[in-house]
Nanobody, 121 residues
Framework: QVQLAESGGGLVQAGDSLRLSCAAS????????AGWFRQAPGKEREFVTT????????YPADAVKGRFVISRDNVQNTVSLQMNSLKPEDTAVYYC??????????????WGQGTQVTVSS
């Protein structure tokens, strides 16, 4: 099972952009997909977007459509999340995950430790 490690979180202002990265290590990335989820205090973990590893087909949640873009590098075994036009409601801990091509957390087998994104108004 590969290990995932996120980086790139931080404190930004509304309207700013931020790029998160997730590096996979410890083995070959043999999963169907890599995804990003987020969890705000007091809320359940929420699907953000996912990308199918074989062909790069992705789909985002409605809340981030048109603002967030996921990409993957299947040579470097990394997946990135470009977040534009950030809003205060995007504030959360963001998690990278690997598993099936799905919007359900239960379909993902491997998770990173998370990185905090805070958007001030």
């Amino acid at each position: 099972q590969v290990q995932l490690a996120e980086s790139g979180g931080g404190l930004v202002q509304a309207g700013d952009s931020l790029r998160l990265s997730c590096a996979a290590s410890g083995g070959t990335f043999s999963y169907d997909a890599a995804g990003w989820f987020r969890q705000a205090p007091g809320k359940e973990r929420e699907f953000v977007t996912t990308i199918r590893w074989s062909d790069g087909i992705a789909y985002p949640a409605d809340a981030v459509k048109g603002r967030f873009v996921i990409s993957r590098d299947n040579v470097q075994n990394t997946v990135s999340l470009q977040m534009n036009s950030l809003k205060p409601e995007d504030t959360a801990v963001y998690y990278c995950a690997a598993g099936r091509y799905s919007n359900r957390p239960g379909d993902y087998n491997s998770w990173g430790q998370g990185t905090q994104v805070t958007v001030s108004s």
